[in-house]
């Protein structure tokens, strides 16, 4: 076939000037290369980000108080202002114990969790020499079953702990290697002093659960804080929150349940039975899923502006490989004259450039292919994400590169074909 | 087609080139030229005579102004571009004086060049090549790129490649005017040999009046005009005269 024969052709005359070759190349090079390695990078990000939430959950909700957006106060541009004249939240606007009670008494065939949870704060437990950093978290039972630390010594907490709040707490490996040097039986039963801004907190450490070093952080340290649990009462009374309400808290969805649109539910029935009468605040549902949704096509959208940036570079190469080969052309007038001479038509004239500069636009393309996945996975791992090449990235850049090739070719291959003969035989 | 027939035949060829109107330069004033089939023909002039423009005219790279020109039976003036194409690449093999072989590009892949333009199989084309690169003693060298032959050995590749197609006639513009005169002789012994032995119509441009002897028929042209006609006498001579001529053309 003709195209295989000016495909080798090509090739040979690609090998004859390397140097030549690779520059003209490198226009194209380096835009699929800078493309190919946004892509991989955003490609990474985008699955780093969506394992992590998938993991957190996607039949997780957040149901939280948030104020009512109404329509006096929203511009046409979708701006809010008038803000000041909003009153503050008020403990009447917070969600009750009471509601969430007796949601739960209606929806419980759909919910598996109730998570709730109150911080106390990130402090530090010393011992004479020995300290450790530790986040003082209240989990309820809920919460406690749905995070499951791995027990590794002692229990977990029991309905008691729960419903006294006592000061109990449980604490990490970590911890026992720091304040205990590892005795664990030493620091079951012990009580343990935490200061928090200045204030002090005293638990008796009940069990003794593994940190999971794989999540987030691969650098774990002897310093790394971890967390600490206490029951969620116990927190709050400490906090002096006892009475209060919620501001949010995370449902659970049991499996069967299509988490989005139960999001609706939970949202109309909260806003129906309390929040009717409510003038400035609503109670919103938002559901993993549609955050990991509106991230991903918030990433994608960043990755795509980028990417046409970086896909200028491509268009300045393909002007580059057009100059080469109209140079190319004027170089082998007579070569071209000569075919003529030899029955080649003007078709095949055509075809022979169009293909020379496909192949050095293809060749760039799969050398700047290797170059954007090599520099975005370095990228990538250097960001801490684990690499991950977009395969449709890959295949758009061939598919293009191509298109360049052909739509760069074009010009310089017709200019070709049209050569008078004679003039171009007689070309010296 | 038999020795004798009609091979070309130009009658009252005008051609002129248009520098702009009014400015019309007439190059060639009414040619009339027949060939047969199996005839060495040499065509001789002076430089500016006319004799390139003739030879485009003949190898179907330009059109005649006016006139009609037939190639073995092929009516020049209605064909299309691309039957032009077909009708080089089929009936015609160009010897250029600069030889022209392409560049990086083997004296094997040289000679398969109008195979591969006519549609024939790889195989087959490049057995052909090795057979016509034997012909003219070239089958040591066929690897090589044209840099890397001697003026003689690139000229024996090209006439290699004018013969890739069979083609119905040989147009040879100054095959050796590039050359030494000993690498000219074993040129023009291709020649003979071809027309000797494989009855090939062969058409010599020149404008050595001594080369043009050792053709059977010499047309002079001078000023775009047919001069006049006469008999090469190297058919009646004997091998001996022969060799006299091959001397006093070298």
């Given at each position: 076939m003709l195209i295989m024969e000016n495909v080798l052709l090509a090739l040979a005359g690609l090998k004859s000037n390397i140097m030549r070759s690779l520059l003209t190349m490198l226009g194209i090079i380096i835009g699929i290369a800078s493309v190919i390695a946004i892509m991989t990078v955003g490609n990474s990000i985008t699955v780093m980000v969506n394992t992590q939430m998938q993991e957190m959950g996607a039949n997780n909700l957040t149901v939280g108080v948030s104020a009512k957006s109404t329509s006096e106060e929203t511009t046409s541009s979708g701006l809010h202002f008038g803000a000041g004249n909003r009153r503050s939240m008020d403990t009447e606007d917070y969600i009750t114990d009471d509601m969430i009670d007796s949601f739960l008494e209606e929806y419980s065939d759909n919910i598996k969790y109730t998570l709730l949870s109150s911080t106390v704060g990130s402090g530090t437990a010393i011992d004479g020499d020995l300290y450790a950093y530790v986040n003082v978290v209240g989990y309820n039972e809920d919460y406690m079953e749905y995070n499951d630390p791995e027990i590794l010594a002692g229990r977990t907490f029991i309905e008691k702990d729960y419903e006294n709040a006592q000061k109990v707490c449980i604490v990490s490996n970590y911890f026992v290697n720091n304040m205990f040097e590892g005795d664990t039986s030493a620091a079951l039963g012990s009580a343990v002093e935490i200061s928090i801004n200045g204030k002090y907190y005293t638990y008796y450490i009940v069990g003794v659960y593994e940190y999971d070093d794989s999540t987030w952080s691969s650098d774990s340290t002897e310093d790394t804080t971890t967390d600490l649990y206490i029951p969620y009462d116990t927190a709050r009374t400490q906090l002096h929150t006892i009475n209060d309400g919620y501001e949010s808290f995370t449902l659970i969805t049991t499996i069967d349940t299509d988490s989005e649109e139960f999001a609706d539910t939970v949202e109309t029935y909260f806003n129906t039975m309390y929040y009717s009468n409510n003038d400035d605040y609503e109670v919103s549902v938002t559901s993993m899923a549609s955050m990991i949704e509106s991230m991903t096509t918030m990433i994608g959208t960043i990755e795509l502006a980028l990417a046409i940036i970086a896909g200028i570079s491509l268009v300045v190469g393909g002007i580059g490989v057009m100059n080469i080969m109209l140079v190319s052309i004027t170089e082998r007038t007579k070569e071209i004259g000569t075919r003529k001479a030899l029955g080649a038509t003007n078709g095949s004239i055509r075809l022979q450039f169009i293909t020379e500069s496909v192949v050095i636009c293809i060749m760039g393309g799969l050398i700047g292919i290797i170059l954007g996945v090599v520099l975005g996975s370095v990228a990538a791992t250097y960001m801490g994400y684990s690499a991950s090449v977009s395969i449709s990235a890959i295949i758009i850049a061939v598919a293009f590169s191509m298109a360049i090739g052909i739509f760069f070719g074009y010009y310089p291959a017709n200019k070709a074909a049209k050569l008078n003969p004679i003039e171009a035989l007689r070309y010296e | 087609m038999a020795a004798g027939d009609l091979m070309l035949d130009l009658r009252d060829i005008h051609k002129s080139f248009f520098i702009g109107t009014p400015n019309e330069f007439e190059v060639l004033h009414g040619i009339n030229l027949t060939v047969n089939q199996g005839e060495?023909?040499?065509?001789?002039?002076?430089?500016?005579?006319?004799?390139?423009?003739?030879?485009?005219?003949?190898?179907?790279?330009?059109?005649?102004?006016?006139?009609?020109?037939?190639?073995?039976?092929?009516?020049?003036?209605?064909?299309?571009?691309?039957?032009?194409?077909?009708?080089?690449?089929?009936?015609?093999?160009?010897?250029?004086?600069?030889?022209?072989?392409?560049?990086?590009?083997?004296?094997?892949?040289?000679?398969?060049?109008?195979?591969?333009?006519?549609?024939?199989?790889?195989?087959?084309?490049?057995?052909?090549?090795?057979?016509?690169?034997?012909?003219?003693?070239?089958?040591?060298?066929?690897?090589?790129?044209?840099?890397?032959?001697?003026?003689?050995?690139?000229?024996?590749?090209?006439?290699?490649?004018?013969?890739?197609?069979?083609?119905?006639?040989?147009?040879?513009?100054e095959p050796t005017g590039a050359l030494d005169s000993a690498t000219g002789r074993m040129i023009m012994d291709i020649f003979h040999k071809l027309h000797e032995e494989q009855g090939k119509t062969i058409l010599l441009i020149t404008h050595s009046p001594e080369l043009s002897q050792e053709t059977d028929r010499i047309i002079t042209i001078k000023d775009g005009t047919i001069l006049g006609e006469s008999k090469g006498n190297w058919k009646g001579l004997s091998s001996d005269e022969r060799a006299g001529v091959k001397k006093e053309v070298e």
């Open positions: - | 060495f023909v040499s065509i001789v002039g002076q430089s500016g005579s006319g004799k390139s423009t003739l030879m485009n005219i003949i190898g179907a790279l330009d059109r005649p102004t006016l006139g009609e020109y037939t190639l073995d039976g092929v009516d020049i003036e209605k064909a299309k571009d691309h039957e032009l194409s077909a009708l080089r690449n089929k009936k015609i093999g160009f010897v250029f004086q600069t030889y022209n072989l392409i560049a990086r590009t083997n004296a094997l892949k040289n000679v398969e060049l109008p195979m591969m333009y006519a549609g024939m199989g790889r195989g087959e084309r490049t057995d052909r090549a090795k057979m016509l690169l034997e012909e003219v003693g070239m089958t040591d060298r066929m690897h090589h790129n044209p840099d890397e032959l001697s003026g003689g050995q690139k000229q024996r590749v090209a006439i290699a490649r004018a013969m890739a197609n069979d083609p119905a006639i040989i147009l040879a513009d």
